[in-house]
């Protein structure tokens, strides 16, 4: 475990240059200055956007889940009173039936709800326990990721270097063109899901606000970052903001379900295309399989980056198969037909 722990600031350090970097080459790209400007530049915008986080948001969404707690502990939730309510609404034969079931389900949904409030609670409440080694461990690592940045050529210089002294060339050649492979396809899905699942949250909490919707702040969240998970992200997020919003107000459940399916409609069709790129490349099976293999895997890391590794894997899959074909003299013409 201790071996863990020293190492945190490095892979925070890692990951947070990777992510980084593609800002970096922006600024220099698209303002002509300086990569020491651009790394200034792109740390300036995310200590600030930090900063607000932490300052604005976090108060909010930890304030929102307290109520949450509070509201759920102290028996305010009266399903029976939400179920009679709506049967003067809604006219139905099914209506009976509708009616045993959730007042059976409720409860289990009630007792899940209260478990997972409090499991957020406790966690943050470490976190605050453990806010010096924290603060430390993002200071250490922001500043790690800075030198990464600075000396990003010398790093990959000396990584070439290693490959091909111990690998013969054409080996070395195959080993770097599948590390050129990943980070484009790594990098392009995770800035592009990040932006993409950042605007879909910003949208989700100004909706959510001006239709009322309760704990605007957290519900947006939540939708924001289960939308980074590619296909079953938008239904995983939606469950709780709807269950939620239905035991404080079974009116305002439905004007969040209508505001999610809005805005899920326009990420599908105009934000996702244009920001991720919309087709990854693999057809909704690999999706679905990868998402879900990955996702029993390695968690919620697993489930974000199973598609884009699926994408490399078949991407190496078909070149090596096009090579090898063309290695025995076949034409582009019959390689198409094979596939058929």
């Given amino acids: 475990m201790w071996i863990t722990n020293s ?31 651009g790394i200034l530049l792109a740390c300036i915008i995310l200590i600030g956007l930090l900063s607000f986080i932490v300052y604005k948001v976090v108060p909010q ?20 009173e939400i179920i009679n309510n709506l049967k003067g609404k809604i006219d139905g034969r099914y209506i009976d039936f509708l009616t045993d079931y959730i007042l059976q389900a409720s409860e289990s949904v009630k007792n899940t709800i209260n478990r997972l409030l ?34 990003k050529e010398d790093i990959l210089a000396r990584g070439r270097r290693f490959i091909y002294a111990y690998f013969n060339e054409k080996n070395s050649r ?20 990040l932006l993409d699942s950042a605007i879909v949250g910003v949208i989700c909490v100004i909706a959510f606000y001006l ?9 947006g969240t939540i939708i924001g970052f289960f939308n980074m998970i590619p296909f079953f992200g938008p239904i995983i997020g939606s469950v709780p903001v709807i269950i939620v919003s239905f035991f404080l107000d079974p009116t305002k459940a439905i004007t969040a379900l209508i505001i ?49 590794a699926v994408v490399l894997i078949k991407t190496i899959i078909e070149e090596s198969v096009n090579l090898r074909l063309l290695e025995k003299g076949m034409s582009d013409i019959e390689k198409e037909n094979m596939k058929k």
Avoid: C
């Fill in 61 to 80: 969404i930890v304030d929102n889940i307290n109520n949450i707690v509070n509201f759920i502990m102290h028996g305010n939730v009266d399903v029976v």
């Fill in 174 to 193: 195959k080993i770097l063109t599948v590390f050129s492979k990943s980070n484009k396809i790594f990098k392009s899905f995770l800035n592009g899901k």
């Fill in 118 to 151: 409090i499991d957020m609670s406790n966690i943050l409440m470490r976190f605050l326990r453990n806010i010096g080694t924290s603060t430390f461990t993002v200071i250490t690592s922001f500043i790690i990721n800075i030198y990464m940045l600075v000396e």
């Fill in 211 to 219: 239709f009322k919707v309760p704990y605007a702040p957290l519900m």
């Fill in 260 to 308: 999610i399916i809005v805005i899920q409609q326009l990420d599908a069709n105009i934000l996702d295309p244009r920001i991720v790129g919309g087709n990854v490349g693999v057809s909704p099976f690999w999706i679905i399989t990868s998402v879900t293999v990955a996702g029993n895997l390695f968690g919620i890391p697993g489930m974000v980056l199973g598609v884009p």
């Fill in 7 to 37: 190492f945190k600031p490095v892979i925070y350090a890692l990951i947070m240059a990777y992510l980084l970097d593609s800002a970096v080459n922006f600024f220099v790209r698209k303002l002509k200055v300086r990569r020491s400007q």
